[in-house]
């Protein structure tokens, strides 16, 4: 069975800097796809990033930025020049790429509360 | 615009009653999914829909039952069965199963 760890359960950042956050998982699977969702106090989630296993390169949008270590099974966030807008809750999340089961399930950490402070 | 609606945003159960959440979606999506926050937790999925009329079990299914008869539409009934119903419900969508999922604002149901 997969697994997602996050072990930051809290973090805080001035405005303007710039916020790593971690993600290790576990898995035998050598297809699959990682996500990163942010939930702000609204409480909807919001996908920030997705990176497919097979791809070698990070994947990018705007100031988020992942660094994604495949045999260390290490996925981690960087937020750069940090806005207020981005307090919330960051959940990491596994999904399996293939048939026979579990297609479409995705895995969620518990969760790194970020705050963002002025 | 597109997106998916939940409704309602608050919903009370009374002990031993049947309740039902509403999850509509206007992006022409074949896949959706119902979800459960809990306090310090990420989601755990309860069930699946792939395919009009076609659904699957999550990791958490039992007290919980789906219906899948419009491919808009897919409504999730939390049953007396379930013990500990007091949770956040996501709903999601996604063009098929191996895209990435969008969510609704969520429903908090609560027992009274």
């Known amino acids: 069975a997969q697994t997602v760890t996050q072990s930051q359960p809290e973090m805080s950042v001035q405005e303007a800097e710039t916020v790593t956050l971690s993600c290790t998982y576990d898995?035998?699977?050598?297809?699959?796809?990682l996500f990163w969702y942010k939930q702000p106090p609204s409480r909807q989630m919001i996908l920030v990033i997705r990176q497919e296993a097979y791809k070698q390169q990070n994947a990018t949008e705007n100031r988020f930025s992942v660094n994604f270590q495949k045999a260390a099974k290490s996925f981690s966030l960087k937020i750069s020049d940090s806005q207020l807008g981005d307090t919330a809750m960051y959940f990491c999340a596994f999904m399996k790429h293939g048939y026979g089961g579990s297609q479409g399930n995705l895995i969620f950490g518990k969760g790194t509360k970020l705050s963002v402070k002025p | 615009d597109g997106g998916i609606t939940q409704s309602p945003k608050y919903l009370f159960r009374k002990e031993g009653q049947n309740v039902t959440l509403s999850c509509e979606q206007n992006l022409n999506h074949d896949a959706m999914y119902w979800y459960r926050q809990d306090p310090g937790q990420g989601l755990r999925l309860i069930y699946y829909s792939q395919i009009v009329n076609d659904f699957q079990k999550g990791d958490i299914a039992e007290g919980y039952s789906v219906s899948r008869e419009k491919k808009e539409s897919f409504p999730l009934t939390v049953t007396s069965a379930q013990k500990n119903p007091t949770a956040f419900y996501l709903c999601?969508?996604?063009?098929?199963?191996?895209?990435?999922?969008?969510f609704g604002d969520g429903t908090r149901l609560s027992i009274l």
């Open positions: 898995t035998s699977e050598s297809n699959y796809y």
């Open positions: 999601a969508s996604s063009g098929d199963l191996f895209q990435p999922q969008h």
